[in-house]
């Protein structure tokens, strides 16, 4: 059995981690309160730009776009990957990575971007070819970030490098519930607009110069939406998932310090006996 002094070192070093724990479910909890915030407004936007398209494939009657062409997929197929920067977030990083590389290995020839460093590390252990990765954006992503990556991955696709993109991240359902979520982003489905139920008047609009310009200019600005909608859910997700963790781990260490200063007081109560014990021993042994 450990020592009186070894059992005081464990509860002194588990207090310590405790502290840590609870001072991260603190920040974390202060971050998701802005992180839902964001996201909630982020929602209109993005609604509004697809109402915008879902006119334009209505009132066009058939309008191609390049950004809607079903293309043989003989190229590379390109998943871009939504992750956190840290760590002591439960199974948030692992599970959206774990769904993107389904992805990648049903593909003869595929290619990522990562956001996040968790992802980055995660594929290039896999030995899957990452196109370009952004890092230090996960819980606190700006449009200019979703701007940035949107231009890549618009730019990939435009030049073939790319002839499907699937956009995977992590869906926000309850504070203790999230599930990784895969969008096929390019080239768009335009049953995704045609089924949208919102009263429209496209067929009082005009668009100059046509309406297929129109749609290859709305587009990208709906890809740029999606994407940074995914970074703010995403970042709402890790911030609860990390909050989650983090409170199970100071619990996890209350009861642990529990056990301790039971054994310890039992190891105490165990010696305080046997000097008790040596003394009468020795006191008998005189008379």
């Given at each position: 059995m450990a020592s009186m002094r070894d059992i005081k070192r464990r509860i002194k070093s588990v207090n310590s981690t405790q502290q840590i724990t609870k001072a991260m479910n603190l920040v974390a909890s202060s971050k998701l309160?802005?992180?839902?915030?964001?996201?909630?407004?982020?929602?209109p936007f993005f609604e509004a730009t697809k109402r915008v398209i879902a006119n334009v494939v209505k009132g066009s009657k058939g309008v191609s776009s390049v950004f809607m062409q079903e293309r043989k997929v003989s190229g590379k197929t390109l998943v871009v990957v939504i992750a956190g920067d840290r760590g002591l977030c439960g199974g948030y990083n692992s599970n959206v990575c774990k769904?993107?590389?389904?992805?990648?290995?049903?593909?003869?020839?595929?290619?990522?971007?990562?956001?996040?460093?968790?992802?980055?590390?995660?594929?290039?252990?896999?030995?899957?070819?990452?196109?370009?990765?952004?890092?230090?954006?996960s819980e606190k992503p700006g449009y200019v970030d979703?701007?940035?990556?949107g231009a890549k991955i618009i730019d990939m696709y435009?030049?073939?490098?790319?002839?499907?993109?699937?956009?995977?991240?992590?869906?926000?359902?309850?504070?203790?519930?999230?599930?990784?979520?895969?969008?096929?982003?390019?080239?768009?489905?335009p049953k995704d607009f045609e089924n949208d139920n919102e009263p429209h008047s496209a067929t009082l609009t005009i668009y100059e110069p046509d309406e297929e310009a129109v749609l290859n200019y709305v587009i990208p600005k709906y890809i740029n939406t999606v994407i940074y909608g995914g970074m703010v859910e995403s970042a709402v997700c890790e911030l609860s998932s990390r909050m989650t963790a983090m409170d199970s781990a100071t619990e996890n260490a209350t009861e642990m310090i529990e056990?301790?200063?039971?054994?310890?007081?039992?190891?105490?109560?165990?010696?305080?006996?046997?000097e008790i014990t040596e003394i009468v021993s020795g006191s008998n042994a005189l008379e």
């Open positions: 309160n802005r992180a839902k915030s964001r996201f909630n407004d982020t929602k769904a993107a590389m389904e992805i990648v290995s049903q593909k003869e020839s595929s290619a990522v971007i990562t956001a996040g460093n968790k992802a980055r590390e995660f594929f290039k252990h896999k030995g899957v070819e990452i196109a370009d990765s952004f890092r230090d954006i979703a701007f940035i990556l435009e030049k073939g490098e790319a002839d499907e993109v699937y956009f995977v991240y992590t869906e926000f359902i309850t504070t203790l519930t999230s599930e990784p979520k895969v969008i096929k982003l390019l080239p768009l489905d056990h301790l200063n039971l054994v310890y007081n039992r190891v105490r109560q165990g010696a305080i006996t046997q």
